[in-house]
């Protein structure tokens, strides 16, 4: 069936570097995927849809600056979270297939 | 914006148990999916609904797609220890630039004593 891959499982960083989480559609294309945030205990909020070869369309309240998200292929999304700070330690998930397929998540701690 | 209300929070249960959760919204949705999620993981897709009135089945699993389209609950029975998780609702609706977009539940934890 059809399988998103996300990287890294889990990172630690420092406050004010940047980290990049990979989402990569496996056996098919995916010319739209999106990228969640869970904090503990909480539901999935939608912070932006990304769109291949275009730019990605954020949520009200989500930082464009802030979370960048490339789109580049019909296989690979990518959000970078810049100048990372501790209040952004959080789950983040990617989806494709219109929400069907999610990955596994990345577990980002900042410190 | 829009928000769905997904009870109960949490069950405990023992194991053989049947389960129920249901979610309600205040707006229409074209699609109801019901998803679990367990600790670290991305949420897994069980069933999704299409049609207001549907019932569908997935091994021990069913769901129902409300007649109002603003509603819909999740069975599950004769529960097994592996059933532990938070399971998620999640309204789509497919409207202009919004296709695909969807909201979520809370969420319900579930516990299955053995």
């Known amino acids: 069936g059809a399988v998103v891959s996300q990287h890294p499982s889990w990172v630690i960083c420092k406050s004010g570097t940047s980290v990049k989480i990979e989402c990569r559609s496996l056996d098919f294309q995916a010319t739209t995927m999106f990228w969640y945030r869970q904090f503990p205990k909480q539901s999935l909020m939608l912070m932006a849809t990304s769109n291949e070869g275009s730019k990605a369309t954020y949520e009200q309240g989500v930082e464009k600056d802030k979370f960048l998200i490339n789109h580049a292929s019909l296989t690979l999304s990518t959000l970078t979270v810049t100048s990372a700070h501790p209040e952004d330690s959080s789950f983040y998930i990617c989806s494709a297939r219109g929400g069907y397929t999610f990955g596994s998540g990345t577990r980002l701690t900042v410190v | 914006g829009q928000q769905l209300n997904q009870s109960p929070q949490s069950m405990f249960i023992q194991e053989g148990e049947d389960v129920s959760m249901n979610c309600t919204s205040s707006s229409i949705f074209n699609t109801w999916l019901w998803y679990k999620q367990d600790p670290g993981e991305g949420p897994v897709l069980l069933i999704a609904l299409y049609k207001a009135g549907e019932l569908t089945s997935n091994g021990r699993l069913t769901a129902q797609f409300g007649i109002t389209r603003k509603d819909s609950f999740l069975n599950i029975s004769a529960s097994i220890p592996s059933d532990v998780g938070i399971y998620f609702c999640?309204?789509?609706?497919?409207?202009?630039?919004?296709?695909?977009?969807?909201?979520f539940g809370k969420g319900t934890l579930l516990t299955v004593n053995p």
């Open positions: 999640a309204g789509q609706q497919m409207s202009g630039g919004s296709n695909y977009k969807l909201t």
